[in-house]
């Protein structure tokens, strides 16, 4: 079975994703990714990610191109989507302080840039669920989640902080799991999907 996973490719770190995919090794499926820059584009797919960038820029692209509600409703059927980073901010239904275009299909509350600014990005080992080898992740002017609704599942933490959850079919990081080489969590969306 060959599953074709879409890459949003307006602006951000699409194509790390597009090579994660390309080198993933998933026992039961073969995926074929697309960039996704129009609706068309969009239609062609059986899942989504959403990669880190600028989460402004990114929510202006999509309304633009004509692709936040063709989005919204695809997420709203129930497509598997992973956002990480700056899509995990476009996904929220609420930012802190900010008004940006989003997507909110997410029940959460972000706060922006909550580790200060790419000076300030590092990288951590995360405990993924009923995995026990540790995951590094790595941290740009990452985002925190700072509240979660009791349907949203929390997969993994830093610090407390929720880094990692999932909410049905969508799946949302604080972190960038396409620049690792580790892939696990490309693997659990895949199985998402």
């Known amino acids: 079975m060959t599953v074709t996973v879409g890459v949003l490719a307006l602006q951000g770190g699409f194509q790390r994703h597009c090579d994660a995919l390309?080198?993933?090794?998933?026992?039961?499926?073969?995926v074929s990714s697309r960039l996704v820059r129009t609706p068309e584009d969009l239609a062609g797919v059986d899942?989504?990610?959403i990669p880190g960038g600028e989460s402004t820029t990114i929510g202006m692209l999509?309304?633009?191109?004509?692709?936040?509600?063709?989005?919204?409703?695809?997420?709203?059927?129930?497509?598997?989507v992973m956002g990480t980073c700056a899509g995990t901010i476009l996904l929220a239904q609420t930012i802190e302080g900010s008004e940006q275009p989003r997507i909110g299909?997410?029940?959460i509350t972000v706060q922006r840039n909550a580790y200060g600014r790419q000076v300030a990005s590092f990288e951590a080992d995360l405990r993924?669920?009923?995995?026990?080898?540790?995951?590094r992740a790595v941290f740009i002017r990452a985002?925190?989640?700072t509240r979660?609704?009791?349907d949203v599942t929390v997969l993994a933490t830093f610090e407390d902080n929720p880094v990692m959850i999932r909410r049905e079919s969508i799946l949302a990081l604080t972190f960038h799991p396409e620049l690792t080489g580790d892939q696990r969590i490309h693997r659990l969306f895949l199985a998402m999907s």
């Open 22 to 30: 390309a080198h993933l090794d998933h026992p039961s499926r073969r």
């Open 47 to 49: 899942s989504l990610i």
């Open 62 to 80: 999509l309304e633009r191109f004509g692709l936040m509600e063709p989005l919204r409703g695809r997420i709203r059927s129930g497509m598997p």
């Open 105 to 107: 299909t997410l029940p």
């Open 128 to 135: 993924l669920p009923e995995d026990e080898l540790p995951f």
């Open 143 to 145: 985002p925190v989640i």
């Open 148 to 150: 979660v609704p009791s």
